[in-house]
């Protein structure tokens, strides 16, 4: 997805999009919306097939439950965000991993701009608590690459204990996320990129 000079380390594996009927496509287009300013659990497959002029049947034959059309609004989500990725690090231009590291926390900033409810991801797993849940999979993917990437670029960088200091870095993207939407805390991804800066600039190597 990005040209390799960019330097993102590791295999995003973000499933293409299925091929769906306009109805599909009108389907996916409203719960994507209902599900995320509205929630998950609050939102019905009524009020769904109504957002998308269609009827329940037309819903059920294209995505089979609300379990998977769920499960599609994430994974729809999951390639927004990765585009969006690749746009933001394609103009940002990172030459070190230090500064691919940075980017991704600049790339959060932009991303909330203007957003109401955070990420789609942790809002999810906070209602979805069942691990068998055909959406967990997407949610925990998306986070576990993030972790991944950071660790990648962390050990190019050279320094000690990539590992630990990829768990410190997500912990701070993470905790952004939470704190924009819980404590509507505005400038959580701008504290957390000076954070992460500072974190770098304090690492051993």
Same mark, same amino acid.
């Given at each position: 997805?990005?040209?390799?000079q960019?330097?993102?380390?590791?295999?995003?594996r973000?499933? #293409?999009?299925?091929?769906?009927?306009?109805?599909g496509e009108?389907?996916?287009?409203?719960?994507? =919306?209902? @599900?995320?300013?509205?929630?998950?659990?609050? $939102?019905?497959? &009524?009020?769904?097939a109504?957002?998308? &002029? $269609? =009827?329940?049947?037309?819903?059920?034959?294209?995505?089979?439950?609300?379990?998977?059309?769920?499960a599609?609004?994430? *994974? *729809?989500?999951d390639?927004?965000?990765?585009? @969006?990725?690749?746009?933001?690090? #394609?103009?940002?231009?990172?030459?070190?991993? *230090?500064?691919?590291?940075?980017?991704? @926390?600049?790339?959060?900033?932009?991303w909330?701009? +203007?957003?109401?409810?955070?990420?789609? @991801?942790?809002?999810?797993s906070?209602?979805?608590?069942? %691990?068998?849940h055909?959406?967990?999979? $997407?949610?925990?993917?998306?986070?576990?690459?993030?972790?991944?990437?950071?660790?990648?670029?962390?050990?190019?960088? +050279?320094? =000690?204990? %990539?590992g630990?200091?990829?768990?410190r870095?997500?912990?701070?993207? *993470?905790?952004?996320?939470?704190?924009?939407? $819980?404590?509507?805390?505005?400038s959580?991804?701008?504290?957390?990129?000076?954070? #992460?800066? &500072?974190?770098?600039?304090?690492?051993?190597?």
């Amino acid at each position: 997805m990005l040209d390799q000079q960019l330097r993102l380390l590791v295999d995003r594996r973000v499933p #293409a999009a299925p091929r769906l009927t306009p109805a599909g496509e009108r389907i996916l287009a409203a719960a994507s =919306t209902l @599900f995320y300013e509205q929630g998950i659990r609050t $939102v019905g497959v &009524d009020a769904i097939a109504a957002a998308a &002029d $269609v =009827t329940k049947k037309t819903l059920y034959d294209r995505f089979g439950s609300k379990d998977r059309l769920i499960a599609a609004y994430l *994974e *729809e989500r999951d390639r927004t965000w990765h585009r @969006f990725l690749d746009d933001q690090l #394609a103009e940002r231009k990172p030459a070190t991993p *230090e500064a691919m590291i940075l980017a991704l @926390f600049a790339a959060l900033t932009d991303w909330l701009a +203007g957003s109401r409810n955070g990420c789609g @991801f942790i809002n999810a797993s906070v209602e979805l608590a069942a %691990p068998d849940h055909p959406a967990m999979p $997407v949610i925990v993917g998306q986070k576990q690459w993030l972790r991944a990437e950071f660790e990648a670029q962390a050990r190019a960088a +050279g320094f =000690t204990d %990539p590992g630990e200091l990829a768990d410190r870095l997500l912990l701070l993207h *993470e905790g952004a996320l939470v704190s924009y939407r $819980v404590a509507a805390m505005t400038s959580a991804p701008e504290v957390a990129a000076r954070a #992460a800066a &500072d974190l770098l600039a304090a690492w051993p190597r």
